[in-house]
Each structure stands twice: as C-alpha cells, then as structure tokens.
C-alpha cells in the first residue's frame, strides 16, 4: 500500500526500505522452489547422460557435452571484457576516487 505521499508504507521518504521491512514480504514464488526442486532430482541423470553424449560421432554434440559437463564442474569461464570509453578522470583523480571506496568514504569531486 502506499501512504498519501505515494510513497509505499514500506520505505521512508529518500524510497529506501526502513528498517526492519522486506521488500518481498510474501517471500520467493512456492513454484519456483517446485521447480528447481525436481530438477534436481533428476541432475544425476543429466550429468550421465551428458557424460555418455561426450563420446558421440558427432563432434558438435561431442563438445556441447564436454562444455555442459566441464561448466557444471568447474564453473563457467571468466569472460573478458573491453572498456572504452573516457570517464573525465584522469591520473590521480582516479587513484583518490579508487581509494575513498576503499575506506568507505565518499568520491572527491572531480
């Protein structure tokens, strides 16, 4: 619900939730437990079969599988990514700003 302001009862007046109060106070959906629930019931199957598909003829399926079996064991692999791009800030001024959210103090002015 929300107040006459507009403002949801569950927040204060900069929108933040107060104290105490959830944002979700019905909690997460039941069916979305169902559902990871029953798979994994069925994940040791998965992995088997996954497994047998990484000795396929098919080298594509072959390799899906190894990837799919690989991912799962070890996590997926990092991705690089390529930042371009000009912030204003330059040299000492993004040392000063690196350093302030080290301390836990807010950015100086640039």
Do not use: W
């Amino acid at each position: 619900m929300t107040d006459v302001t507009g403002t949801p009862e569950n927040r204060d007046e900069t929108g933040r939730f107060q104290k105490g109060q959830s944002g979700n106070p019905g909690g997460r959906p039941k069916a979305e437990s169902e559902v990871r629930e029953l798979a994994q019931q069925h994940g040791p199957a998965a992995v088997n079969r996954l497994v047998a598909l990484m000795n396929s003829r098919n080298e594509r399926v072959a390799v899906a599988a190894c990837q799919a079996v690989l991912d799962r064991g070890y996590g997926k692999a990092p991705q690089a990514m390529k930042v371009d791009g000009d912030l204003g800030i330059h040299g000492s001024g993004l040392i000063d700003i690196l350093a302030s959210l080290d301390r836990d103090e807010p950015a100086p002015e640039t």
